[in-house]
């Protein structure tokens, strides 16, 4: 099972990553957790610096950008 977190603020940028990455896990098929951390010491404690992050299996994958749901996609069958 992946685990997979968006971090962002609660900006549109952030919902809609959101938005991409469960329909990414819905067509994949695949098992995953998908949580949304809002929290800005929390996401500090990531060492990123720009949001929206997608982060997947502790690792950052996308970062200050809206991925589309196909690439979304692609990075979870890896």
Partial sequence: MKTI??????CAKCKSLYQN??????????????EKVEDIQEILSYHVLTTPVLWI???SVIRGRVAEVTE????LLQ
């Fill in 5 to 10: 977190k968006i971090l962002g603020t609660g």
């Fill in 21 to 34: 990455t469960l329909e990414a896990v819905k067509l994949s098929g695949i098992e995953a957790t998908v």
């Fill in 57 to 59: 299996d502790g690792k």
């Fill in 72 to 75: 979304i996609r692609q990075l």
